[in-house]
């Protein structure tokens, strides 16, 4: 309640001030109409003195001010006019200044002067210096700066600058700079003076009023950097030591950070980098509690914009060592600073290291300079736990990601993993995919094992449990979209020399098999491709090459595959290692080294048979298996039929009779492979039919008797299908006759089907005998072959 009614009476005593003013500027405006000097002089005072209310806030006050403005602007078309009151105007300077109050004295004193400079009847400099000197008189902090706001306002156009209407033999760019800077340090000390203005208890309030007003005082800074003439060198010796001298020496935390927020604004970019030991150390010597981060992220963007803007200024910041007097500002500015959060260092460290990667991006030791000092901030504290800073800690390590395109740059920064080792382990995570993710779009192939090395310490948050971390406990997404990028990541490490090659998967491989029984199904595979397209570059080149480290022997690397895939198959994961055997065994089988490919097979055998339980699984590995042993070559008659049998056993236990069927049908290409080289013994691929259709018979047997009806005849045409691609293959021991009695066969189970009196119902058995008769009707050798088939 109390609040509002001093709203209330604000507001009334606004109101007043405003009919004060308007009453005053009737009787004005009556006085300027009939050209009466005296009565203009008397109800202006008048009107003018309403400004000497000490009741408002800065916001209520200037709209009286601006009031009391507009009517001064006619005020000045009058004085202007010496036919209307008939004095001359240094005449009019003097009567004014014997007005009873200060405040309204002031004021007409300003507009009167406005006038005497535009007449040229005295140097400008001289009225100008008269001016800024006799508003000494108000020293009360608002009305002050509003009173000097106005006389700046005036004068700004009337300033002795080169090209103005006033340069001239006793005016000079120092006058004008002279009368701004010593208007800003009056301005300067009543905005700073308003917080000692009432009690303690109303500070808050006078911060929100000063805050309000600050850009009175800015404008000054504002016209300094806008006064035609003011070169660097006056800019160095006189403007910015003057402005500085006033911002240290305030100690006020609002101005402070206002006026140096204002200087890295108004003035020129190279005046900047030209200045930049001078502005540093004002930053140094700043009040505690002023943001200086912000400050000094300010002046780094915009000598980093002024560095992108042309290539040519570039030269200029190693002139004047730009790096190396941000770098020891900010170190001191942290150390000065002991209440500075740790979010506010790892800013300013953003910065710099923004600074640099934009200014100095060859410079590869001036960034890992900004890594080591954001090291030894780190390990000054017990543990990194600000959310806020670690996000900027992110931003730092991104910085160098995002810069070079080539992920090699990054690691050769030594500083770069210690930075890392201060994130906590999920943070440390996402900086993890970070690096992945830049290597994955910028294409980057990483060639050498010492880089490999750095690299996957880098990520080794993706790789293994950290400390306090289980696996158990992450969210399964999460968790595979993770191990798939460092799967894809393993395939970006290549290199064309395969003894350097052989030392990156001895790193890799070193790296992974610490990462748990969760991981490896995702990191083997990857590492077990390259590894074997090792060995088929090693075979491309002739076989084994000695190196002086490691030699890479195609016996070596199979090794390292065989001891690779043993440890995931103990994850257990039976089935993906079963498959990692096969392609190795076809990969040793491509080396010509038969007993390699021979152990592989029987790694994967003793997995079928010890691990592999699921008949589902079961089905599928069998036909691994045996796709995979179809496509090998190397094997002498021994050992192939020694794997063939086990094939066929295999094939014959698996549980349901349809995947049995399969299988055996399957395996019938193990005696008949389509090469000229490739085995061909028609006698077993008809073994192997037969008794595919032995099992289908008694599958269909099977299901009359538990169904009452023959079922679908589906096994039997898939017999039929492999009996006509053995017959076109030229396998001798496959007849027509024998196709034919296929065909009657499946012709009588479904006849015999309650539910189906329709021949030929069957979509895949009427395909394939369509294609019989395409074949027969066709001609040729094979339509004559297909001519005894009766349909």
């Not at 001010?65 to 202007?80: G, H, P, T, V, W």
């Not at 030991?277 to 300010?298: H, R, S």
């Not at 980093?304 to 910041?317: G, I, K, Q, T």
């Amino acid at each position: 309640m109390r609040a509002l009614a001093g709203v209330e009476d604000e507001e009334k005593w606004l109101a007043e001030g405003i009919a004060g003013i308007q009453h005053n500027a009737f009787f004005m405006h009556r006085a300027l109409d009939a050209n009466n000097l005296r009565e203009v002089l008397k109800y202006s005072a008048l009107m003018l003195s309403e400004l000497r209310t000490s009741k408002l806030s800065p916001q209520k006050y200037y709209d009286l001010y601006m009031r009391a403005f507009d009517q001064l602007r006619q005020l000045e078309i009058f004085f202007k006019d010496e036919s209307r009151h008939g004095l001359p105007v240094v005449d009019l300077y003097e009567l004014v200044q014997h007005a009873g109050n200060i405040l309204p004295r002031m004021y007409l004193l300003c507009t009167v002067g406005s006038v005497y400079i535009k007449s040229k009847q005295a140097p400008s400099k001289d009225v100008l210096k008269d001016l800024v000197e006799m508003c000494r008189g108000v020293q009360h902090p608002i009305r002050g700066l509003f009173l000097r706001s106005y006389l700046a306002q005036v004068s700004r156009d009337k300033l002795p600058e080169i090209g103005s209407d006033y340069e001239g033999d006793a005016n000079t760019v120092m006058d004008a700079v002279e009368f701004v800077l010593q208007n800003f340090t009056e301005m300067n000390k009543l905005w700073v003076r308003i917080q000692h203005q009432g009690p303690g208890t109303v500070r808050e309030k006078q911060e929100k009023e000063r805050n309000e007003l600050r850009d009175l005082v800015g404008k000054n800074l504002h016209v300094l950097g806008q006064i035609e003439g003011v070169d660097l060198e006056m800019y160095k010796e006189t403007v910015l030591p003057r402005v500085l001298e006033q911002v240290v020496n305030c100690k006020d935390k609002l101005a402070q950070y206002y006026l140096m927020e204002c200087i890295i604004q108004v003035f020129p970019d190279e005046y900047h980098l030209q200045t930049l030991e001078a502005l540093l150390a004002a930053c140094t010597q700043l009040m505690p509690t002023v943001d200086t981060k912000i400050v000094l992220t300010q002046l780094m963007d915009r000598l980093s914009n002024y560095a992108a803007s042309s290539p040519d200024v570039l030269h200029e910041f190693l002139q004047v060592e730009a790096f190396a007097k941000l770098s020891n500002a900010i170190g001191k500015v942290i150390d000065t600073q002991l209440e500075m959060p740790i979010v506010g260092a790892m800013t300013l460290f953003v910065s710099l290291l923004t600074f640099t990667l934009r200014v100095h991006p060859d410079r590869l030791d001036y960034v890992d300079q900004v890594l080591g000092a954001c090291v030894v901030k780190l390990s000054s504290v017990p543990k990194l736990e600000d959310s806020r800073a670690m996000k900027q800690v992110v931003a730092l390590l991104s910085a160098p990601l995002e810069k070079y395109s080539d992920i090699v740059t990054a690691l050769t920064l030594s500083n770069y993993p210690r930075v890392m080792d201060h994130l906590d382990d999920g943070t440390n995570k996402v900086m993890a995919m970070l690096i992945i993710q830049s290597i994955m779009k910028n294409d980057s192939c990483i060639s050498t094992a010492d880089k490999v090395e750095v690299l996957f310490e880098l990520i080794k948050g993706l790789i293994k449990d950290l400390d306090g971390t289980n696996v158990e406990e992450l969210d399964e997404e999460d968790f595979q979209e993770e191990q798939n990028s460092v799967a894809r990541l393993i395939h970006m490490l290549d290199n064309e020399e395969p003894e350097e090659m052989l030392k990156i998967i001895y790193v890799v491989r070193k790296h992974l098999m610490t990462g748990g029984p969760q991981r490896l199904p995702f990191t083997v595979p990857p590492l077990v491709f390259s590894a074997v397209r090792l060995v088929r570059q090693l075979e491309a080149q002739g076989g084994n090459i000695a190196g002086e480290d490691v030699p890479a022997t195609l016996r070596k690397i199979f090794q390292i595959l065989n001891q690779t895939i043993e440890a995931l198959s103990s994850v257990p994961c039976p089935e993906l290692a079963l498959r990692l055997y096969l392609q190795c065994a076809e990969a040793a089988s491509d080396c010509d080294l038969e007993p390699v490919a021979y152990e592989f097979f029987t790694q994967a055998f003793i997995l079928y048979e010890e691990e592999i339980a699921d008949s589902k699984a079961q089905v599928t590995a069998i036909h691994l298996i045996v796709g995979t042993l179809q496509r090998i070559n190397v094997f002498g008659v021994e050992n192939r039929d020694t794997l063939t049998h086990k094939a066929t056993g295999y094939s014959a236990r698996l549980l349901k009779k349809p995947d049995q069927c399969r299988a055996v049908y399957a395996c019938s290409h193990l005696f008949w492979v389509d090469d000229p080289e490739g085995i061909k013994d028609g006698e077993r691929v008809l073994l192997c039919l037969r008794r595919a259709l032995r099992i289908a018979n008694a599958a269909q047997q099977m299901v009359n008797a538990t169904r009452g009806s023959s079922g679908p005849v589906t096994l039997f045409v898939e017999i039929l299908n492999k009996y006509i691609y053995f017959f076109e293959k030229g396998n001798p021991h496959i007849t027509p006759s024998d196709i034919q009695s296929l065909i009657e066969l499946i012709n009588t189970e479904m006849l015999s089907d309650n539910g189906n009196t329709t021949i030929h119902s069957d979509p895949f058995f009427s395909s394939t005998l369509r294609y019989i008769r395409f074949q027969k009707q066709k001609g040729g050798v094979m339509g004559e072959k297909y001519d005894s088939i009766k349909l």
